[in-house]
């Protein structure tokens, strides 16, 4: 699949064309092409993200990594960093947006609509050194997804996996019963 094809599908699992797409987008190709691989069918890629920002829909469907197969790891540390890996020989690439790298002061007095495409085009225009820092970690890798045991919830009565149960007078308790998790019932 061509650069076009593969920008235009992660358009499409996205919804939209963004700033923070282009991000994951370029991050993407970026560590495939250090790595000398293509999509992964399983578990033989890795990538970590470091945002929940939008360009991790980019980095899911340009590298077949994905929360669900356990080779897409999210590191909730609010920064536009992506790191690849390849468990063939455990090597990997670390690709962080520079600091500002498309920001320009001048463009905080644009309507949003107008900043985002003024973005995305310097971010279509900038070659990857300018975009993007890029170095191989020395780090071990991940290992591969783990299935565990799923166990009722003594409180709520749900499943939970195993591994992440608290025990509350002997019963296995879900995070959210054990007060880890805060969120509202609907009903």
């Known amino acids: 699949m061509d650069d076009k094809a593969l920008l235009d599908s992660a358009i499409a699992f996205h919804g939209h ?21 293509q999509r992964a069918q399983d578990e033989e890629l890795i990538a970590i993200a470091e ?32 790191t690849f890996g390849r468990r063939s020989d455990g ?3 670390r690709v962080a947006l520079r600091y500002r790298a498309t920001w320009r002061e001048e463009d905080d007095q644009l309507p949003e609509a107008e900043r985002r495409q003024r973005a995305r085009d310097r971010m279509q225009s900038m070659g990857d050194e300018e975009l993007y820092d890029v170095r ?19 409180q709520c009565g749900e499943g939970v996996m195993e591994a992440r149960a608290r025990l509350r007078d002997g019963q296995p308790v879900c995070p959210e019963c054990y007060g880890e998790v805060y969120t509202r019932r609907l009903v």
């Open 17 to 37: 064309f963004c700033p923070g797409l282009l991000i994951g987008y370029r991050a993407a190709l970026i560590g495939l092409r250090e790595l000398g691989v």
């Open 136 to 154: 191989w970690v020395d780090a071990p890798l991940p290992g591969p997804a783990r299935i565990f045991k799923t166990v009722q919830c003594g």
């Open 51 to 82: 945002t929940d920002a939008c360009g991790v829909d980019a980095v899911q469907v340009l590298t077949g990594c994905t929360l669900g197969k356990g080779n897409l790891l999210f590191r909730d540390w609010g920064k536009q960093v992506f």
């Open 91 to 93: 090597r990997m690439v």
